[in-house]
């Protein structure tokens, strides 16, 4: 990705400029946040890690995990990686309308993830786990929270990147700002790779 | 001729001209801003000196909050049973006190000092991201106003500044306290990261040509490894404040004891960003000094690139250390030993620099003026307590010490011998930069040496107390068992509590010189290069053009401007000075740049850092209020993104008579 970024960094002629890295300034300012992201996410996973067990009251972890369901939304949110990259390639070919298709596709990928969270969250709820049951349920709950909330405001990136797109109001380099929502996104799912493993396939 | 050429749309639309241009209306819902010298203009404002400078003011205003914070609790502590105030009083006293001096003082005052100098340092004409420079200040402001609004609303904060849980619950803290203090540092919270990103950009990415990174000035370097751990160290607070206020305000359980919770969790989370913290409060004042040092020692630094790369290793082996702090909590023996290790190890990078610096003047042609009084006082200081930090490191020495005064003299000589001295030595370095005018000297030493002897006076003592036994955090002590002889602590207290008026009239009198310099018709205005400086940010007028430059310099050397000032005779080594700062500065602007695109003024920064002490407010009070914060969020982030960062090029450049036009040289950067 970033090879890919320094031979396509300068090719607009509006709003490119040479730095020192060679790096633009909003490519580079977005790996440092995506850098630090890690480190929010870090905190919250140890977290979990050191809570998952400490089940005073409520159900355990085992027994309300469906794991073929969280595999299929699991699926469906890698998928998406795969409609971006898509789009990120449509960009740079600035071909804006099927740039607008594959991005409309991945936030749609996207929500039904999100729609598969909220119905997990409901079904673990009716199942006695709620967010101040136990250790394991407030933690649970504010890991796999926070990831969702990254993933929605990825969806609404997404979205107002195609309402910007078509009707051309994208101030400064297009292909870009596609690239930029796609560095987020893909960090994202990078994240539910390893949340998923550790909370859901890695038995307590 | 005139080389900027922006929007100047009030002029043309008030005065009917025809010659005016209109700002970009086609994206904004606002009409931008346009170029003002009103107090507007300080709101709209994205100019990295401006910003630098509200930095410096607003944090200087905390500094005397936290300040006065302090000598209450000095009153309190000057005699046995004090009645200053009360047990509850003093804990808000405290807690409000060491929040506001790291958060809303040393903090924002080392980020006044990067904003102001950073793009002057590296040749650019302003940071990275203008509008993201401008939310970080009003962010650092609306929160830390924020903070202290909790005094009026039924008590501030009052678990001290580390707010160890299971004590921060509700059940031992029930007024709103600390839910203000948890949501007011994560919107300072984002004040740091965003300008951490900010500044990391523009460090890596706007340097001027020929500026490599072992050419910048050591200043920026010692800034970039703040950077580094702000951008790191800010998302682990970030998830022990989110994990705070589940806990107290939607009843989650992770430090509710009861449930199994592990206390612990919340020492590690906060100390993993506390320990780095401790290095982002000292770097910048280091890298404050070591610029001063070799300027008053007429002797480059010694060993640059030791210090440069020492700076960096103390940023690396920060992130070892941090359970030297819990030490006394049973973290078991491997742990203790690892870490005791590791607090040892990052001694040796710290105490690299002050060879250096020693080295920096020995042998070098002294100049005693103010900034190197406090620079040297830094050296001397931190010294001391650095000395008494290795005892901390020391396992079984530490678990004697933990929380007893003995901890307070030792971070007290750190930060406020190191830290704040470093920070008082850039005031007076950098105010004929900033302000055309210099501090005057002679007030200037009336204020350095009162605040070296208070400093020494109010925390010296403080060794002995804490060795004595008198514990942190106690709001009375009593004549039964203050000891005998030279060992009491009833004479100690009373000497650290006078001490702490001296500081006070120390700080005083720095104000009265600022009010003496700018109101007396006799401060003159100071030459263009008063101390004979070596980096980039003398090689422009002071104060510098809203673009910095005229032309952007090329860089050769590592202090480029001592090297535009002075040549050495190659065969006698003799230094000679072959040009004065004002020919230096009239070369360089004899073909200055033409169409420097500035970037536009917004409105957008300060909407958006005002929704987020209201989503604070309405998580504390009110779901209506959460919901308009959140709306506003929304609304100007997307107000935001569709503004672009420069005005259209239409409206920079009008076509002039004359003008071949079409080659437009875009310096300026956009965000």
Known sequence: MADTAIAHG????????????????????????????????????????????????????????????TSVSSFVLLMSSLTMVLAVSAAQRKDDRNTNLWLTITAL????????????????????????????????????????????????????????ISRNRIPGNKAESVELVGLYWHFVDIVWIVIFTLVYLIPS | MAIIERPSSEVAIAGGSTVGVKPSEALGVFKRPAASTSWRDWIVTVDHKKLGIM??????????????????????????????????QYNQMFTMHATTMVFLFVMPMAAAFANYFVPLQIGARDVAFPRINAFGFWCFLFGGIFLNTAWFLGGAADGGWFMYA????????????????????????????????????????????????????IFTWMVLVVQFLLLFAIPVITVALFLLTFQRSFDATFFDVASGA????????????????????????????????PVFSKKPLFGYPIVAMSGAAIGFVGWGVWAHHMF????????????????????????????????????????????????????????????????????????????????????????????IFGLFAGFYYWWPKMFRKQLSESLGRWNFWLMVVGMNMTFGPMHMLGLQGQPRRMSVWTEARAGEGFF????????????????????????????????????????????????????????????????????????????RKYAQDATTHEITQVATAEEVLAEMNAHPDEHIHMPSRSYWPILLALALPIIGYGLIYNRVILAVGVAMVVATMFGWAMEPSTAADDDFDPPAPGDGGGHTKELAPLG
């Open chain 1, 109 to 164: 990928l996207g929500a039904t993830f999100v729609g598969g969270q909220v119905y997990e969250f409901t079904a673990f709820y009716r199942e006695g786990l709620g967010f101040t049951t136990s250790l394991f349920g407030s933690s649970f709950y504010t890991l796999t929270g926070f990831h969702g909330v990254h993933v929605s405001v990825g969806i609404i990136m997404l979205m107002a990147l195609v309402g910007m």
């Open chain 2, 488 to 563: 009491n602590l009833g004479f100690w207290n009373r000497i650290s509590s006078i001490g702490s008026l001296v500081l006070s009239l120390g700080v005083l009198l720095f104000i009265i010189n600022v009010v003496y310099t700018h109101k007396s018709k006799k401060v003159a205005i100071a030459p263009l290069d008063p101390w004979d400086g070596r980096t980039l940010e003398w090689m422009t007028d002071s104060p510098p053009k809203e673009h910095n430059f005229d032309t952007i310099p090329t860089i050769n050397n590592l202090d480029e401007f001592f090297h």
């Open chain 2, 166 to 217: 299971p004590n921060s619950s509700t059940l031992f803290s029930p007024s709103h306290g600390i839910d203000f203090w948890s949501m007011g540092l994560q919107i300072t919270g984002i004040a740091s990261l965003t300008g951490a990103i900010n500044l990391i950009v523009t460090i890596l990415n706007m340097r001027a040509p020929g500026m490599k990174m072992m050419r910048m000035p």
């Open chain 2, 262 to 293: 592990d206390p612990l969790l919340w020492q590690h989370l906060f100390w993993i960003f506390g320990h780095p913290e401790v290095y982002i409060l000292i770097l910048p004042s280091f890298g404050i000094v070591s610029e001063i040092l």
């Open chain 2, 328 to 419: 006394a909590s049973g973290l078991g023996p491997v742990s203790v030993t690892v870490f005791s290790m590791a607090t040892m190890a990052i001694a040796v990078p710290t105490g690299v620099k002050i060879v250096n610096w020693v080295m920096t003047m020995w042998g070098g042609k002294l100049q005693f003026t103010v900034p190197m009084l406090f620079s040297i006082a830094l050296v001397v200081q931190f010294t001391i307590g650095g000395l008494s930090g290795v005892t901390h490191a020391v396992a079984p020495s530490d678990t004697q010490q933990t929380d007893t005064y003995y901890i307070v003299a030792h971070f007290h000589y750190v930060l406020f011998g190191g830290a």
């Open chain 2, 55 to 88: 930095y410096g003011v607003a944090a200087f205003f905390f500094f005397i909050v936290g300040g006065l914070e302090a000598v209450l609790i000095r009153m309190q502590l000057i005699a046995p049973n004090g009645k200053v105030l009360n047990a509850d």
């Open chain 1, 10 to 69: 300068h090719d607009s002629g509006h709003g490119a400029h040479v730095t020192s890295t060679g790096l633009s300034n909003n490519k580079l300012a977005m790996w440092m946040f995506l850098g630090s992201e890690c480190l929010l996410f870090g905190g919250l996973i140890s977290t979990y890690m050191l809570y998952k067990g400490r089940v005073n009251s409520g159900p355990q972890p085992d027994q309300i995990f469906d794991i073929p369901f």
